[in-house]
T-cell receptor, first 116, second 109 residues
Framework: GAVVSQHPSWVICKSGTSVKIECRSL??????MFWYRQFPKQSLMLMAT?????????EQGVEKDKFLINHASLTLSTLTVTSAHPEDSSFYIC????????????FGQGTRLTVV | GQNIDQPTEMTATEGAIVQINCTYQ??????LFWYQQHAGEAPTFLSY??LDGLEEKGRFSSFLSRSKGYSYLLLKELQMKDSASYLC??????????WGAGTKLIIKP
């Protein structure tokens, strides 16, 4: 299957700083990338959907100025958590889908963010 | 609204069979996925059904009934490594994935 690489796997940062998470599709072109957040013992919560070359579509309740998403190419999307606070500590996962709309979502490894 | 229901937690014995059910209500339907997620890891794809019926893949099988808005994941010959959360997700008319909360499967020796 297709490979999606997410980096870093885990990060600890100080409150008030910004953190960038990268998501790369290694062997296919991802027209659409999704960013999820998952709190312990809860399901995936979609934060935003990004299409290459256009602005991301954010889900209700997700602050677009706080969670900056850039999808500059068909193989790379980034999520920047700006001015992170302890409540932003979570597991962030990206997924990518190719040109066929019915294709499965391929997930990155996830990023465990801890804000101290 | 759109909704996916699946049990929160199930317990089964090593070597046995377990069936995890999922019911869905979506705006349009373009298929149903099952994913496995171990704690602290990203979900991994198990199956995709878009037509009614049973799809078998080794120890895992997935069933779909579109008229009933129902699917199940069947796991046979359970192994300890099958302890994980199993996520059901439906594709709506906009090809958006609608996720269930997941079923935590606990395997006992």
């Amino acid at each position: 299957g297709a490979v999606v690489s997410q980096h870093p796997s885990w990060v600890i940062c100080k409150s008030g700083t910004s953190v960038k998470i990268e998501c790369r599709s290694l062997d296919f072109q991802a027209t659409t990338m999704f960013w999820y957040r998952q709190f312990p013992k809860q399901s995936l919560m979609l934060m935003a959907t990004s299409n290459e070359g256009s602005k991301a579509t954010y889900e209700q309740g997700v602050e677009k100025d706080k969670f900056l998403i850039n999808h500059a190419s068909l193989t790379l999307s980034t999520l920047t958590v700006t001015s992170a606070h302890p409540e932003d500590s979570s597991f962030y996962i990206c997924s990518a889908r190719g040109f066929r709309e019915s294709t499965e979502a391929f997930f990155g490894q996830g990023t465990r963010l801890t804000v101290v | 609204g759109q909704n996916i229901d699946q049990p929160t937690e199930m317990t089964a014995t090593e070597g046995a069979i377990v069936q995890i059910n999922c019911t869905y209500q979506t705006s349009g339907f373009n298929g149903l996925f099952w994913y496995q997620q171990h704690a602290g890891e990203a979900p991994t794809f198990l199956s995709y059904n878009v037509l009614d019926g049973l799809e078998e893949k080794g120890r895992f099988s997935s069933f779909l009934s579109r008229s009933k808005g129902y699917s199940y994941l069947l796991l046979k010959e359970l192994q300890m490594k099958d302890s994980a959360s199993y996520l059901c997700a439906a594709l709506d008319s906009n090809y958006q994935l609608i996720w269930g909360a997941g079923t935590k499967l606990i395997i006992k020796p």
